[in-house]
């Protein structure tokens, strides 16, 4: 990751945090028993269950490399000084695409509390990219994989 800093919500950090635990706490207990039935079985060499374990165990050691190198790394968002003249990050920014007049909302956040589903949208997308320091009125456009999209900012609030 280098020195990458991730910006997250206490939310955001939080949730990371506790995934971090699960693994740590939970998951490597579980893989750890699952080693030690199949050595008890016997001739380690040729025992499937053993080398799935082995495997499952290196997996679940890099993930929490992963979130701990992450960790390192996070820096939590003041929210209280989120303003709402620019596009910013955690900004909601309500928008209208100009190619097809739908209107939607989005919640500008970290790559780790993306979702889609939730309106969450990660600063590093195309879109989100497109929109970070305009104001309400601006229109904008942006190349994604479906071609060009027009958009105009509508409201930013927090």
């Known amino acids: ?4 800093v991730t910006y997250v919500t206490k939310a955001g950090l939080k ?15 579980k893989i750890s028993k699952a080693i030690g039935e199949a050595i008890e079985k016997g001739d380690i060499s040729e025992n499937a269950e053993y080398d799935a374990a082995k495997d499952a165990q290196g997996m679940l050691e ?19 000084q989120i303003g709402t003249s ?18 939607v909302t989005y ?31 601006d229109k904008v456009e942006v190349q994604v994989p479906a071609g060009i999209m027009k958009f105009e900012i509508l409201d930013i609030s927090i």
Do not use: F
């Open 15 to 29: 949730k990371i945090q506790d995934e971090l635990d699960q693994l740590q706490n939970i998951e490597r207990a």
């Open 107 to 137: 919640t500008l956040v970290s790559e780790t509390e993306a979702n889609l589903r939730e309106g969450k949208l990660s600063i590093h997308t195309p879109i989100a990219k497109a929109l970070i320091g305009k104001k309400v009125g």
């Open 86 to 103: 620019k596009v910013q990050m955690l900004n909601k920014v309500k928008i209208k695409n100009l190619n097809n007049g739908a209107e």
């Open 1 to 4: 990751m280098g020195n990458n």
């Open 62 to 80: 890099a993930k929490i490399a992963k979130l701990q190198g992450l960790l390192s790394t996070c820096r939590i968002i003041d929210e209280s």
